[in-house]
Each structure stands twice: as C-alpha cells, then as structure tokens.
C-alpha cells in the first residue's frame, strides 16, 4: 500500500464453534489500538500505515479442540510520490532561454505539470516540455517573468517542487560613435 493508506488482510477458518482469531506481527501477537484494529477477529485492519508497519501478518485461530496458523502475509509500502531535486531560479536575456528542471521519484509512471504562478501551462509559444521532467521557455520576454513550479503525480499520490523564478534581463545596447570626427569632417 502506499505509505498513510490502509491494508486489510482477512483469512477465512472452519472448525467446531467458537472460533477464536489472533493476528500477529512477526509471529507477534497484536492489541488494537494505535494502527491496529480488528487483532482478534477474521480481519486485521492496519490504518495510516508507514515504515513501522512493513512486516509478516499470520492469524492464529483456536478452538477447543486446538488452533491453525495462516501462511504470514507481508505488508510492504509503495515509494511515496517525492521530489528529490527542485528547480532553480533562472535569469535570462530578453530573447534568451531558460530551462527549468525536476527530479522525482514515485511508484509507477511518473507525470510532470508545470505551471506559471501556480497555473498549468500548455505546451505553444514560448513554452515546451509542459508535461516532462524539463520545462523550456523560449524567446523570453518580459510576460515570462514569473515563478515556476512543477506537480509530479504517481502511484501513490502528487508532489509539487518549490517555485524557481525566471527573472528577464533587457539587453543594454552602447553606440560608440565618434561624433567629433563626423563634425570636423562637415
């Protein structure tokens, strides 16, 4: 299950009434209370599961006439929908590119949203890569002035990256012209 969900395991038992049921942790018995409930009937129940309880579950069910063990099921935790490397702030030229980055992990298939001032953007005009690990914004002007960020879904959940902000630079064009030389001359 994914970490903070909840696992079930039930067995199924027949035998002369009444039948007791006892779930166990690594051939531990188990209280309810805390992430446990359900430690003495047919269906363990493990709530907001983390790290603590990945572990071999069995149930021990007795009657008079003695008891039966179940095969130990394990409970494992899927990796959590995480990000590992955040964009960083960019600063370009009027014109220039900028090229914004994310690194994730996750269960299953990873999806990227980028988004402007926490608005999905949509892959045209001065944008690419909208829906992957990179984001691309070409040809900045000054409308691209912003901060960006980039949603990461998976098996187990979404995870958003600090904003990055690009900042625009106008580029300063000098003359140097003698215009002394061109008043001697006329």
Do not use: M
């Not at 992430?35 to 603590?52: E, F, I, M, P």
């Amino acid at each position: 299950v994914c970490p903070g969900a909840t696992a079930q395991f039930t067995v199924a038992a027949s035998g002369s009434a009444p039948l007791t049921y006892q779930w166990q942790k690594n051939q531990v018995n188990l209280s309810n209370g805390g992430h446990y409930s359900g430690c003495t009937t047919a269906t363990l129940t493990v709530s907001n599961a983390d790290g603590n309880d990945a572990a071999n579950y069995r149930c021990v069910v007795t009657n008079a006439y003695g008891n039966a063990t179940s095969n130990a099921a394990a409970l494992t935790l899927k990796s959590a929908t995480a990000i590992t490397q955040h964009p960083s702030n960019q600063s370009v030229p009027t014109g220039g590119t900028a090229n914004f980055t994310v690194t994730a992990t996750g269960d299953g298939t990873l999806a990227y949203q980028w988004q402007k001032n926490q608005v999905d953007l949509s892959n045209g005009g001065h944008y690419s890569g909208c829906t992957t690990a990179t984001l691309t914004v070409s040809n900045c002007d000054s409308s691209d002035a912003a901060n960006y960020r980039c949603v990461v879904t998976a098996g187990c959940g979404s995870a958003t990256s600090n904003e990055a902000t690009l900042t625009i630079s106008s580029i300063q064009v000098i003359i140097d012209d003698n215009f002394d030389s061109y008043a001697n001359q006329a």
